[in-house]
């Protein structure tokens, strides 16, 4: 016999032992808006506060108001129970239990989240979705790992599929030495190959990635295309975190946000602040979380810097208010990190007004885009004092700041608009689905 689990937002039946037995009203509902049922999978959604989770519940809330049905599949921690359904701002989210793929080990890491797919496959069929009829299937990666799943629910339902994809991996873990070439990088080649391989529309960052996927691209049921980060901007609500009431108050104010990790080369900062202590109006703040975090909060220690304060991670809502106290926004790629990728924050830079001041990776789509809407200064060597000079110019100059300001919000509506990205991912169901 079923049992019964009331979630937010109705009561669904399901069999104990993996059956499928979706409650008879929510399988009226399913068959509802046939055209558009729509399934977003990611391994981020808030409550979570990355980046990535953003960008999901802004796509979800996008296509929900174009009038399709989104449903957000993700990971989650169940407690015992295999699945959760819940309404988050109009947007059903379906949690399926898991294991945990936020591991700082990279080995555990790797093998959570190669298991990740067959867990969530086996919990989703217990699931009042488990005979959902999608007509799109569209995941976000990283992770690389999800093409089973993919494979399984578009065979059960003949969806197209589309891949958004952020990162290039494995080839950036080896450009930073993280992978080398050889047993394991082609392992993790061939899991990317299988997501590759279930996509039907595949949506990168920049122009420059095209080149990457070309031989991918070349059947005529595959197409590859530039999709922008996006982000929605939000109304201020005010911050958590005061800059006023901080030994930073009074001073201009370069902000960080987001990931602190290998891959963002954070080192050269600390140099920066440590060569800006004389500046006693320059301020440096980064919040956030990641693997150099605590490294970066025992540096400003060890180099007993009055100049700079780290805060953890805050809820997305506050970054509006939390920007708003700022006049700089950082952005860091590793110098040796060669794909190309616009970053989040970056996007919310942008969104927001705020100037950047940009370290990255030479010869990239971001250096040039800085560079051609002039909406900050970007520098690719690894001098600390061309990149103080940089830091001084933005400082000292409040008018070239604020032009860069309004080319910022100009370029955050044209280029890095959720409903933009929402329209050109449901534009894809135009085409016929790939047999897999």
């Known amino acids: 016999m079923g049992r019964a689990l009331r979630i937010r937002g109705g009561l669904f039946a399901f069999r104990g032992r993996g059956e499928c037995d979706p409650d008879p009203d929510h399988e009226f509902l399913l068959s509802m808006s046939r ?88 919990n989703i069929r217990k699931s009042p979705f488990c005979t959902a009829k999608w007509d799109l299937l569209v995941w976000y990666s990283p992770p690389i790992f999800f093409g089973p799943l993919i494979w399984v629910l578009q065979r059960g339902s003949g969806a197209r599929t589309y891949l958004i994809l952020r990162d290039i991996f494995p080839e950036w873990a080896v450009d930073l030495g993280l992978v080398r070439k050889g047993p394991v990088y082609l392992m993790f ?7 590759y391989y279930v996509a039907d529309v595949i949506g990168v960052q920049t122009p420059s990635n ?21 982000l929605e901007a939000t109304p201020d609500v005010g911050c958590s975190i005061a800059v006023d009431r901080t030994s930073l108050a009074g ?66 809502s506050e970054i509006p208010g939390l920007l708003a106290q700022c006049q700089i926004g950082l952005v860091a790629l590793h110098p040796d990190h060669k794909t190309h ?26 250096e040039r885009l800085i560079e051609d809407e002039a909406v900050g200064r970007v520098y690719a060597g690894n001098s600390v004092g061309e990149l103080g000079r940089l830091a001084e110019e933005l400082a000292d100059n409040d008018a070239l700041r604020h032009s860069m300001s309004e080319r910022g919000r100009q370029l955050g509506r044209r280029m890095f608009s959720p409903a933009v990205a929402a329209k050109q991912i449901v534009s894809s169901l135009s085409g016929p689905a790939t047999s897999l």
């Open 35 to 122: 055209s558009r049922l729509i399934a977003l999978i990611s391994t981020d959604y808030p409550p979570l506060r990355t980046s990535a989770a953003v960008q999901l519940r802004d796509l979800a809330q996008q296509l929900a108001a174009l009038g399709h049905r989104p449903v957000m599949i993700v990971p989650a921690p169940m407690s015992g129970q295999p699945f959760g359904v819940e309404r988050i701002d109009g947007v059903e989210v379906l949690r399926v239990a898991a294991p945990e793929t936020r591991s700082p080990s990279f080995v555990r890491r790797a093998f959570a989240e190669m298991w990740l797919p067959f867990a969530m496959w086996r």
């Open 210 to 230: 095209l080149a990457y996927l070309s031989r991918w691209a070349r059947s005529p049921h595959r197409r590859i295309e530039v999709l922008h980060n996006w």
């Open 189 to 195: 080649k061939a899991i990317a190959a299988l997501q």
């Open 341 to 366: 990728n616009i970053p989040g924050k970056f996007v919310s830079y942008a969104q927001y007004g705020l100037p950047v001041l940009a370290r990255v990776n030479g010869g990239t789509d971001l």
């Open 251 to 316: 001073r201009k104010i370069f902000v960080y946000i987001g990931n602190m990790g290998v891959a963002q080369g954070m080192d050269i900062f600390m140099e920066l602040i440590q060569s800006l202590r004389h500046r006693a109006d320059i301020g440096f703040l980064f919040v956030g979380r990641g693997s150099e975090f605590a490294k970066l909060e025992a540096e400003k220690v060890s180099r007993d810097l009055n100049n700079v304060l780290f805060f953890g991670e805050i809820d997305s």
